[in-house]
């Protein structure tokens, strides 16, 4: 370990941490005058990003990265144009710091509030988009908290770039440069010095794959907010609507097949199998050229090939893999309990949904089923920030502590005990 | 590593997560019929318990253990007794469970509630005292949480006969014994295995001093609720009343020095300091034979010096030391803004209280003191979840996620998202 590197890194998080006092009880005004500053010099920074962005993108192409990695790493006029629309939209939503959430009058005539108020310092982890450095950025100003961002090494310059226009709008609104800072060097020990700072960074949020996640996660003493995957399943129970089961599906599966939401696996009840699949697996070929490819358990493929459709065996692993593609594994179950026990064993407890006309069974499955968000008769790709009215979200949460589900303004906070007391003294 | 004790605790874990699922749709009748069949077996088993806690006490007299260990360790009829009532006073608190947070109709008409439900399964990681078996599995029992349970080698004979009584009670009441498991080994590679089972376990919360909390934190990839020490302050502003500010620093510090929420130091305006510091060293030498020894810096030396009053000369070290001892660090500041960055550079984020009857002067205090608790005019010690009107307490939090400051029933507690469609698929 590089000891300059060491101090330089924790310098940064102590200048994050001494900013973050200030962010707490900086006013909405300055903030929102911080993030329209931002969104006009983004607009203003055209050229200038497009051309720290092309170093980015030469070196990707030396360096041999995908079309698709290229793609995700590139910025144009449109693009930059909706990362300063994002701003102002987060402009436009309310502040949550200061929320009164909780008032008790105590016997002892003590008065405790509890209010919502940043975390602090929040260290985001992210991969190749260099979008994620201003949506970031925004949501985590906007709620009052000090950001170090790292972000992936194939967009150094172009996050170089934007970081360099979050801290003139921060200068701009009389808020700390330093509250929002980029990681200078893409050394890998960097990373690891910062997610050893727990005395200076309170959260730290990986934006990325798997392997980036579990390497956080293993490799940090602070508390980590994350996103593992997205294994969803669309249960046709029993007394489902076909009708209603064969858009959801088709929906669920088809609509953005790489987003965390999407299904993944499909289980249908033994009573209507050999009416539902046939329906569901002609609409879900029907829904596109090249149509889905269905990955079946015995009972599944047998009424599939007696009806003449197309499919394939599925393997164990396919039963708990995000295909994050046009695949979908199906298995057929004998009861609402099996389906349950099912979603519990293989679900990554993202999103899941019953199919059914029967609202007894519905509840059971959304009490029982242990996900972050449960649907009866919708389909899972509402699982968004977005899509629940929280008019942005930083990620969705698969972790059961501080958030769980899609994440926004508020959930980048956490609270403080405010109390008033007469001289109040413990007996 | 011992391959078949990996094996162990994994089965466990496993027996834990599918207890889990069952405890979380209990009913509230059926988690304190459990509650009450233990403390009625608590009551019963007195003879027992103080046998297999007389093993304890002799191994801990062989290995040399200090007094207050040996008393931290000890059961007596009364101590069990207590441990009874403790769950009885759970079972009169309402179950967190189910409640609704928050509801939001959408454009669309999906209707979405954010309900309260357990975390899933919490591993609690102790040291000597065998009450915290029987307060944790209470708390998060009637949470809906199934729990494993790591004790110190110290109270193993005694936690492991508190622990059949438990599983007795959870039978009883037809719900499953695996709900509370104590690991059934004191070997250290028990618990390195149980920290890395983050598919398993949701949430560990290690309960005892700084080095088990730092091991826990250190080598967990699960998320962990923790508590590390309080370095509490006690800020008597240049507008204090004298009258009020005597008997709350007496209290803050004397009243039980060995608790978390105790002050530890006192910061003095220098406007009043020559009049306050006198009369503060005064009560405090009062309050108690030996009265409280004055570690001081230049400023507050010189002025108990002038008025003949005892002290010793601060070290750097003391202004952040937890002392738990009739012991209070003292320093005179030039300003409420040298009060609020003292306070955020040394204290532990945990209880900080402004003696003030300038109301401006408290409410920026309490606003930019980046605390869990913050006081105007009343003592630290109210932190704690029985003062809060939490009713109990699994802890108090210093981490700034999922929970801050005392922890209740609430606080075991995640949310899901609940969803009611009529067949509504994304746009």
Redesign the interface.
């Known amino acids: 370990m590089d000891t300059d590197l060491a101090v330089t890194i924790r310098q940064l998080a102590e200048a994050a941490r001494a900013a ?2 200030r962010l ?2 900086a006013s909405t005004q300055a903030k929102n005058r911080a993030l329209l500053a931002l969104a006009e010099t983004i607009e203003a920074s055209i050229p200038a990003l497009i051309a720290a962005n092309a170093k980015d993108l030469d070196a990707g192409r030396s360096a041999g990265l995908s079309a698709a990695l290229l793609d995700r790493l590139t910025l144009n006029d449109s693009r930059i144009r909706q990362m300063a629309q994002g701003v102002r939209e987060i402009v436009a939503l309310p502040d949550p710091v200061g929320t009164e959430l909780e008032r ?1 009058l ?1 016997p002892n005539g ?1 008065v ?1 509030r509890k209010l919502r108020v940043p ?2 310092v929040i260290a985001i982890i992210y991969e190749s988009r260099p979008n994620v450095t201003i949506d970031c950025a925004a949501l985590c100003l906007k709620s009052g908290n000090a950001t170090i961002l790292r972000g992936g090494k194939e967009a150094f310059h172009s996050n170089t770039a934007l970081a360099a226009l979050i801290a003139t709008a921060l200068a701009s609104a009389d808020l700390p440069a330093t509250a929002v800072q980029l990681v200078p060097t893409t050394d890998r020990a960097a990373l690891n010095t910062l997610l050893k700072l ?1 005395e200076l960074i ?2 730290v949020i990986p934006r990325g794959g798997e392997a980036l996640i579990r390497f956080v ?2 490799n940090s ?1 602070i ?3 994350k996103h593992y995957k997205g294994v969803c399943f669309v249960y046709v129970d029993r007394a489902a ?1 076909l009708a ?1 089961a064969e ?2 599906l ?3 599966k088809v ?1 953005r097949p790489s987003a965390c939401n999407a299904a993944e696996q499909l289980l249908v009840h033994r009573a209507v199998a050999a009416v539902a699949l046939p329906r569901l697996a002609r609409a879900l070929q029907s829904s596109r050229t090249g149509g889905v490819e269905l990955r079946c358990d015995s009972a599944s493929a047998a009424i599939l090939s007696a009806a003449g459709l197309p499919h394939t065996a599925a393997t164990a692993e396919d039963y708990r893999t995000e295909f994050l593609d046009y695949i979908l594994a199906v298995r057929v179950v004998d009861s609402l309990d099996e389906a349950i026990a099912t979603v ?1 064993r293989d679900s990554s407890s993202h999103s899941d949904t019953i199919v059914t006309a029967d609202e007894a069974a ?1 509840r059971r499955f ?3 089923v ?10 899972t ?3 968004d920030g977005f ?3 929280l008019g942005a979200e930083i990620g969705i949460s698969t ?4 958030a ?2 899609p994440m926004g303004l508020a959930e980048l906070c ?13 007996g």
Chains 1, 2 share one sequence.
């Open positions: 973050s006092l707490a009880v008790t105590r003590l405790i975390i602090g727990n309170h959260c996660t293993e003493s508390p980590v907010i609507d209603m858009p959801l088709v929906n669920a609509q519990n519905a959304q009490a029982e242990d996900s972050a968000t449960v649907y009866w008769n919708a389909s790709r509402f699982t899509e629940f009215g972790d059961r502590l501080h769980r589900g956490s609270y403080k005990f405010v109390i008033d007391g007469t001289g109040q003294v413990r």
